[in-house]
């Protein structure tokens, strides 16, 4: 028997009620981006329900209402074999979540004087693994990579690096070019590109915000506490493939739902940056062409970190993510103070995102 089909939805929520009391259990509504108050004991129905029909294994979620963390839940179990319940300190994969809190990280140290948001990158740190010398790779800055305006391919997968574009003319998703400005920053802080700039983003940004288990390296904490990935087909993911010893801005973030509002919570409040700064970051740097891949999706550009798409609610900025065995996603509307964070370990997540996007009134 698949091990998927071992676990039937009652199954799995005696093991969670067995395991993990409620962060709010006196919770009722829930208000959605729109303003309608929608029941708290209703959205963990239509959670446990889509889990088990998609074969879900975990979930973390969290929903900010007025800038603050109202709901947070754990659903369901780290790992199939164990059946251990996902708790306040199970570790998911951010993927691509990684991106926006790097980029906070790194206005921070713009701030700081590490680093200049418009100053070419090369030099700082000539780039060793471009194709053919391509020297218009000379005009990338920091506000180029948070934005991907670069012409980087998203992965080079251990090729010289092809430019598709000159940069600032054009968009292109890429966290090659993420992982460019992350040893360029390490290089500057005089730090390694592993533990030492993790300590340095613990103590820059971590703890300010009071993010307690938020981590882009390695460490004694994350291998005891990570869920197991698991692939649409049911198998399981070396976990030991899945932690990196480097920190990577653009993909190696570890989180959870609650940690991870926290910084949306400080997006929304404006906390931790110069007012300037903020209004940067959020600021479109690129807008799309209508006919754009993005486009399709109501998406309109892009700022420092996460992707804008207008909305009746107002600007949603979002970041999804998407590493093999782990999916995630955020947004948050900085005028309506909402936000919402999902993690799980499953790539079946923007199909557990439909049902609680029409329940929440903000499909993807």
Known sequence: MNILNKFSLLAILLLHFAGHSYSQPKLKNITTVTG???????????????????KIAGVSIAIINDARMVYHRNFGIKNFETKEPVNDSTLFEGASL??????????????NGVVDLDTPLYKYMPHPAIKDNDRR?????????????????????????????????????????????????????????????D?????????????????????????????????????????????????????????????????????????GLQKATFDDMLKEQIHFYQDSELSKYGQTGWALGFAMKPTPSGIRYMHTG????????????????????????????????????????DEF
């Open 137 to 197: 790779y000379e005009l990338i800055t920091a506000r180029m990579v948070l934005s991907h305006q670069t012409g980087f391919p998203n992965w080079s997968e251990d090729k010289p690096i092809e430019m598709t574009f000159t940069p600032g003319t054009g968009f292109s998703y890429s966290g090659e070019a993420h992982q460019w400005l992350t040893a360029l920053l390490a290089t500057q802080m005089k730090t390694n590109w592993q533990a030492g700039l």
């Open 199 to 271: 300590s340095i983003f613990q103590q820059e940004v971590a703890k300010p915000l009071g993010m307690k288990h938020s981590y882009y390296v390695r460490n004694k904490f994350t291998r005891k506490n990570k869920a197991t990935g698991y692939y649409k087909d049911g198998r399981a993911k070396d976990i030991w493939q899945s932690g990196s010893v480097s920190f990577g801005g653009a993909h190696t973030l570890h989180s959870e739902a609650a940690d991870f509002s926290r910084f949306l919570i400080a997006m929304i409040n404006g906390v």
């Open 36 to 54: 309608k108050k929608v029941s708290a004991v209703q959205l963990d129905k239509i959670i446990w329900e889509t889990m088990d029909n998609l």
């Open 322 to 361: 998407n590493n093999s065995g782990f999916q995630a996603y955020c947004c948050f509307y900085k005028e309506k103070k909402y936000g919402f964070v999902l993690f799980t370990n499953s790539e079946k997540t923007f199909e557990l995102y439909e049902k609680i996007g029409k329940f929440l009134d």
């Open 98 to 111: 990684s991106k926006p809190l790097f980029a906070y990280f790194l206005l921070k140290m713009v701030e």
